[in-house]
Every structure is written in structure tokens, then in C-alpha cells.
């Protein structure tokens, strides 16, 4: 990256500084070394499935080792469901009242979409 302004070259260096000092601390807190903690947190991914007129979003599962992690750094665990949207055409009195209590995130907790596929 090239910078030829003074202030964009200050604020590179210090983004790079800020970004040293936020992987350290994570190092520190979690015990472990920075290749570790990022391995881990890449495997927490967000899938969009759409369906017809509605769409949802929804984390992977959080177990073991990433749970762990998340607790020591201190950064809470998401909902499972993280939003999600919906037409009211077609959508009947039981399905719309369905669709309403998930994205409540009351019928949220151990939902695994993933292995219903793109129909849910």
C-alpha cells in the first residue's frame, strides 16, 4: 500500500500498531499463539439461505475448542439466528406465525438449518 500524504501515512502506522496490540492481548487472554486464534475464529462463518420470498442467517455451530476461546477473550456468543426476512405474500396464518417466533430468536437455540439444505 502507498501513501503519500503524511496524515494517511500516520494513520497506516498506527492502524498496523493498533491491529499488534489488539493480536498480543488476544495471545495473552487465550493462552494461545495468534495462527491458533485465527484458525479458530475462521471457522465461525454466517450462511444466507434463501427460499422463495424469505431469507435467513444463520452462524455455524460454536463447540469445543472456539467456545472456549470466545469465553477467554471475552466476546459473547451470537444468537444462532442473526436475521432474516419475509414476504408476506404467500406466507399463510401457521407459517407467518412460525416465521415471526424465529426470527424472535425464540425458536433460535440448537436450529440447524444446514442440514435441511436451501428449502430449510
Not at 472456539?66 to 405474500?89: F, N, V, Y
Request: glycine share 10%; with cysteine; net charge positive.
Amino acid at each position: 500500500m502507498f501513501h503519500w500524504a503524511l496524515r494517511r501515512i500516520e494513520a497506516h502506522v498506527k492502524l498496523c500498531v493498533l491491529a499488534l496490540q489488539v493480536q498480543r492481548a488476544a495471545e495473552i487472554r487465550a493462552g494461545l499463539p495468534w495462527a491458533r486464534i485465527a484458525h479458530l475464529l475462521g471457522t465461525l462463518k454466517a450462511a444466507r439461505y434463501v427460499a422463495e420470498s424469505r431469507t435467513i442467517v444463520q452462524r455455524t455451530k460454536i463447540v469445543g475448542e472456539l467456545a472456549d476461546l470466545l469465553k477467554k477473550l471475552g466476546i459473547p456468543i451470537p444468537k444462532q439466528l442473526l436475521a432474516g426476512t419475509a414476504s408476506r405474500l404467500g406466507v399463510g396464518p401457521i407459517g407467518d406465525n412460525l416465521w415471526r417466533y424465529f426470527l424472535s430468536g425464540n425458536g433460535a437455540d440448537g436450529l440447524d438449518l444446514t442440514a435441511c439444505g436451501s428449502r430449510w
